[in-house]
């Protein structure tokens, strides 16, 4: 066969070709990736690693931590409100959805963390602006990276860094110089007659090539490189005796996308891959008709692979330096509306989780009747939830990297030593 050229390959491949391209110029979203032959392995296992769970849509705080004790939210939603008797009690106040009962075992454990009210100034109800504010940390203007992307390039770290294990690469992991990897769980397709071996030197330079076309190779290298990683992760995992991971569901098919990207997590941490930061999301929250059997069917996904994640992270060094932190772009309206759903609102809940937290309860919980145009008012900018991340976890200056002059206030999250 004769030797597969970089310009011949693109030359054939237009999907590789845009994937290339699109890698070049900061993102790595190729839908699986290359295999290398790098071997090197680092020592990850006293390494804080953080896990980032976004929940697409507008996850619905209210009825997930539920203010079962307040009047005010069984008289604005009559037919959505649970009972007190329905509801997992934190206090006599709030309690999480009947669903959760993994996560109750956790607050339970004194390994989750709720920090009530979380939000941002001025509020934006588009889930596309909503979502970029979270991602970027710039509640102000739109730009063009992400907090931990910034991270990325203040650290000069390699793509495999970060990894999000999500279809296209979050804006939260693109920095102005560096990006995290992109992941996906299907693997890779690749054309007709092509493969794996027969393509691993497009990430040679070659003499006389342009600028886009050094950093396509660029792209390739970093893809191969991180594709080494994730394989390694999934050969050690092969040769883990029997018994050595519970099941994350039982039956054909019964695995969610949540569950399948956190087990490549699992997989990763246990091989220790030098991965710092990881991006899996669910989506489906944006409940604006019949919202109690639907989001219900959400958290008991969340909660059933949050659960046996972290009861596996709990196995290992490495898995109990593992910090897991679970958001949505913006929470919903406090009064239902007349689908029996909820509309897009303000404020909500974040879970922070994991053998590191301090659990409990942090910041205040937003009043059901001092609101702001229908809407709960904010009381921890979110802000201060990732600046303690970035202090605690990645052993990072949080005002460096929140950017625009925020100064983070730091909450007590996480357990002293």
């Known amino acids: 066969m004769d030797e597969l050229t970089r310009r011949r390959f693109l030359r054939a491949s237009g999907v590789a070709a845009g994937a290339a391209v699109a890698a070049g110029a900061g993102g790595l979203g190729l839908a699986g990736l290359l295999r290398t032959g790098s071997q090197e392995r680092v020592d990850t296992a006293h390494e804080g690693k953080l896990v980032l769970v976004t929940l697409y849509g507008g996850n619905d705080g209210l009825n997930t931590v539920v203010p079962y004790a307040d009047s005010a939210y069984h008289s604005a939603r009559p037919q959505l409100a649970y009972a007190p008797e329905q509801v997992l009690h934190l206090d006599d106040r709030l309690g999480l959805n009947r669903t959760m009962r993994g996560m109750k075992q ?229 009064r239902a509306n007349a689908s029996h759903g909820t509309d897009h609102g303000t404020a909500g809940p974040v879970f922070v989780l994991g053998p590191r937290v301090a659990g409990g309860f942090f910041g205040e919980q937003p009043s059901l009747t001092d609101l702001d145009d229908g809407d709960l008012k904010v009381t921890t900018d979110f802000r201060d939830i990732f600046g303690t991340l970035l202090a605690s976890v990645l052993n990072a200056d949080p005002d460096r990297y929140i950017g625009a002059g925020y100064r983070s206030t730091l909450l007590p999250l996480f357990r002293p030593g």
């Open 106 to 334: 956790l607050w339970d454990d004194k390994q989750l963390a709720v920090v009530l009210g979380v939000g941002y100034p001025r509020p934006d109800r588009s889930h596309f602006r909503s979502m970029d504010i979270w991602q970027t940390a710039s509640p102000r203007e739109p730009i063009p990276t992400g907090w931990v992307g910034r991270w990325l390039d203040g650290t000069n770290a390699p793509p495999e860094t970060a990894v999000s294990f999500e279809p296209v690469l979050p804006p939260v992991l693109a920095g102005e110089t560096r990006a995290g990897a992109c992941v996906g769980v299907g693997g890779l397709e690749l054309p007709p007659g092509i493969t794996v071996d027969s393509i691993s030197g497009l990430g040679e330079r070659e003499a006389g090539e342009s600028e886009p076309q050094a950093r396509a190779a660029e792209a390739y290298r970093n893809l191969l490189r991180v594709e080494g990683l994730v394989r390694g992760a999934e050969q050690h995992h092969q040769t883990e005796p029997a018994g050595a991971e519970e099941p994350l569901a039982t039956g054909p098919g019964s695995r969610s996308v949540l569950e399948t990207q956190l087990a490549l997590v699992a997989q990763c941490v246990e091989a220790g891959v030098p991965t710092r930061v990881y991006s899996v999301s669910l989506d489906g929250f944006d409940t604006h008709a019949q919202a109690l059997a639907g989001q219900e069917s959400l958290l008991t996904r969340l909660d059933r692979a949050l659960s046996v994640f972290l009861g596996r992270m709990a196995r290992t060094a490495a898995g109990r330096q593992v910090t897991v932190v679970v958001y949505s772009e913006f929470g919903r309206r406090v």
